[in-house]
Structure formats: structure tokens, C-alpha cells
């Protein structure tokens, strides 16, 4: 099913308004005009790979819908803006090759199009009850996806991410929303020591949390939207943290975590905490809009991390 069309270029979406606004508010005048496209874009999809695009998921930022082909097959369709984060989830889902991944069916990379399978049971980690089970399950397909980093890629590293958030302090020297001068400061200093000091490179997520763990079958999980990352694996659990926290007490829950995932993975705990109070800071400065609005939860979750630190 086709979203509606008031007329040529403009797209209707009464129950997806978040994904315009926060497509507008990320890619600006270029995802304005991307926006304007969809609707063409999916009837190119429809007739480039003869099948049918059905009412799309949740959408964040990219187009995600299922779509059947005429023999019955079950696909999942993703158009995204082209350009960096396209290329590089696209190289993600080459170098997993289905292992702990859906597997990618094709691509076109002009139009930044992603053709993945699409999973059988399909709901996903956040819909676990317990969540030391989650944790436990989160686990296990961690350690069918980490691998030692690819000799030859032009994936990003968790240096970019440094940089993203000092080019954030370079912006708001005095701060930023609810998050203080000081404490992106810190943040930076921290980065900056984590980088120069790490020393097993992996082929990471990038963005690992619930939402994108997927029932596959009887049992089996599987990990969906790479966005493809270069290090340790003590970054990759950090956004698993900050996702399915409840209002109130946040830290004993992100504790546990924290305990289950360094005895299971054998990590460094003092490493991941650092990480996660590193990552916490940028992902709370990536929600900070120009209307004062920002993302609740990771701002709180900055403080949690300072406590577990100290």
C-alpha cells in the first residue's frame, strides 16, 4: 500500500508526521526535496523488482516498509537518503553477510535503496518482559556479529564520533539545551583518551538497542540497520543501555546491564562506563532541537553514568 498523494511530489503521511518533521529537521533542504521524491521512489522500487510496497513500519528517518513480490516472497524495502550513512550501511550489511544480520537481497546504490530479507516472527527485543532475559538474548547475537575489524573499509570509526561532539562544543561553547559547558567538556576529554588508548578494533553495530533485535524464528534472534562502526565492543552496548528504561530508576537497571554484559562478554567495566558516559553526552546532543526540545531519558542517563563512575 502506497502512502496517499495530494499531488505530484507532496506526501501524505497523517500517522508518520514525526518522520517528516525529523527528516526535515536532520537533512534540511535536501531531505525536503528527498521527501518530494518519495512517492516516485516507491513506484520505482514497486516496478525495479516487480513487487508491492505495503503500509511502512514506524519510520525514524529512512523509508522501511514490507513488500511482497509476485511469487509470494517477503521482502523489507529501504529507501534512504544517498550519501554517507546509506554507503556505509550498506558496506555493514556486506561485511555480516547474514551472520547474527539479515541478509541484504540487493541494491541500488543511485537511488540509495536497500533490499533486505524480511524476518519470519519479526517483533522485536523491546517487546521482552524480563529484562536480564533481554539482556541475555542481546548477548548472544553480539557474539555471532562482533568480529575483528575488516582490514580494508571505509567504515567510520568511534573517532568520528569524538569528532562529532567536539564539533558540538565548537558550536556551544557555553553548552547545549539541559547538557553544561562542563560536561561536554568532559565528555571530549574522555573520547579523546578512549581512542588513543584502545586497542581491539572491531566490526561493530553502531546502533544496537532493542528496536533492532528481531525474533527470527523459533528461539533465534537476528540484528536489523546496521549503521556500521569501527571499535571497541564496549561502544556498541552503550545505546542498548539508554533504550527500555523506565521514569524512575534508571540506574540499578542500566547496573545490572552493566554486570551482565561484563561477565558474558568479558569486557573491561571501566572502559564501558567511560563509553557510555562519552556516547550518552553526544546522544543526548543529537536530540537537542532549536525549539529547547531534547530526549528526556539521555539526559538523565548522563547523570547515571557520572554515579557509576565514581
Known sequence: MRPDKAKEGEIVMELQKQFVESVRLYFKKEGE?????????IAYCEEKWALQLETPFSLSINYVAPAVRADGTELVVKISLPGAGFLDEWQALQLFNGEGMASLVDVDQEHGILLIEKLTLGYT???MEVDEEA???????????????PKNTCLPTTKAREDNLKAILGKNPNGLGPISKETLEKASRLFTYLNETS???????GDFHHYNVLASGKDDWTAIDPKGLIGETEYDLIQFLLNKLPEKGKLPVIEKRVEIFTEELNLNKER???WGY???????SWTVDDKGRYDQTFVEAIEVFEKLLS
Open 135 to 149: 539482556c541475555q538474548i542481546a548477548v548472544h547475537v553480539l557474539k555471532k556479529l562482533h568480529r575483528p575489524a
Open 199 to 205: 586497542q581491539n578494533q572491531r566490526l561493530l553495530h
Open 272 to 274: 564501558l562506563l567511560m
Open 278 to 284: 562519552c556516547h550518552t553526552v553526544l546522544a543526548a
Open 125 to 127: 527485543l523491546a517487546e
Open 33 to 41: 526535496a528527498w521527501l518530494e521524491k518519495l512517492p516516485d521512489l
